[in-house]
T-cell receptor, first 114, second 114 residues
Framework: AQSVTQLDSHVSVSEGTPVLLRCNYSSSYSPSLFWYVQHPNKGLQLLLKYTSAATLVKGINGFEAEFKKSETSFHLTKPSAHMSDAAEYFCVVTEYSSASKIIFGSGTRLSIRP | DGGITQSPKYLFRKEGQNVTLSCEQNLNHDAMYWYRQDPGQGLRLIYYSQIVNDFQKGDIAEGYSVSREKKESFPLTVTSAQKNPTAFYLC?????????????FGEGSRLTVL
């Protein structure tokens, strides 16, 4: 069975410092993994996705994530935080078994200190 | 531009009333989803539909109903049987091969029960 765990419910960093949002997953098959961002009172927007191609995935707004099968992780990083990065981030895992098997993590709220 | 339109953005309801949230997409996507989001929580699946005239219950379908009479439209009715309907509701869609594809989200509808 699939599952996804976002290890931090809240992360706070200073502007200009690196960002690390952690995500671990469990999957019986070859998973597809996604990171989405949600700004307050908005829908979710795709940041990046991994679908069995390159393990280092680059996304929008300078974010990237590395798929590590041995560690079952898909952590999201950004070298230098910007104030506009303050939002909620969701890690998502899917399996190619049923259209309903889209599993969302509980989310990580990212705060940026000036 | 293609996308998903949810309406209304804000809705107030008295206890005992049914309300219907609209979701329309012009992306030609086969699959559509309704999620509920509560503060500090991830997304929970209410209903999903992979094809016209067919839909399936998600994890929290009780007190909700849907229809899928047209490919573009997937309205959600929150019935009086839903005990705690105050929440943020998100509609999403994806292609038929949705497992490896991106979910596209609407801007959400915030329902408040007075």
């Amino acid at each position: 069975a699939q599952s996804v765990t976002q290890l931090d419910s809240h992360v706070s960093v200073s502007e200009g410092t690196p960002v690390l949002l952690r995500c671990n997953y469990s999957s019986s098959y070859s998973p597809s993994l996604f990171w989405y961002v949600q700004h307050p009172n908005k829908g979710l927007q795709l940041l990046l996705k991994y679908t069995s191609a390159a393990t280092l995935v680059k996304g929008i707004n300078g974010f990237e994530a590395e798929f590590k099968k041995s560690e079952t992780s898909f952590h999201l990083t950004k070298p230098s935080a910007h104030m506009s990065d303050a939002a909620e981030y969701f890690c998502v895992v899917t399996e190619y078994s049923s259209a309903s098997k889209i599993i969302f993590g509980s989310g990580t709220r990212l705060s940026i200190r000036p | 531009d293609g996308g998903i339109t949810q309406s209304p953005k804000y809705l107030f309801r008295k206890e005992g009333q049914n309300v219907t949230l609209s979701c329309e997409q012009n992306l030609n996507h086969d699959a559509m989803y309704w999620y509920r989001q509560d503060p500090g929580q991830g997304l929970r699946l209410i209903y999903y539909s992979q094809i016209v005239n067919d839909f399936q219950k998600g994890d929290i379908a009780e007190g909700y109903s849907v229809s899928r009479e047209k490919k573009e439209s997937f309205p959600l009715t929150v019935t009086s049987a839903q005990k705690n309907p105050t929440a943020f509701y998100l509609c999403a869609s994806t292609t038929g091969q949705g497992i490896t594809g991106e979910l596209f989200f609407g801007e959400g509808s915030r329902l408040t029960v007075l």
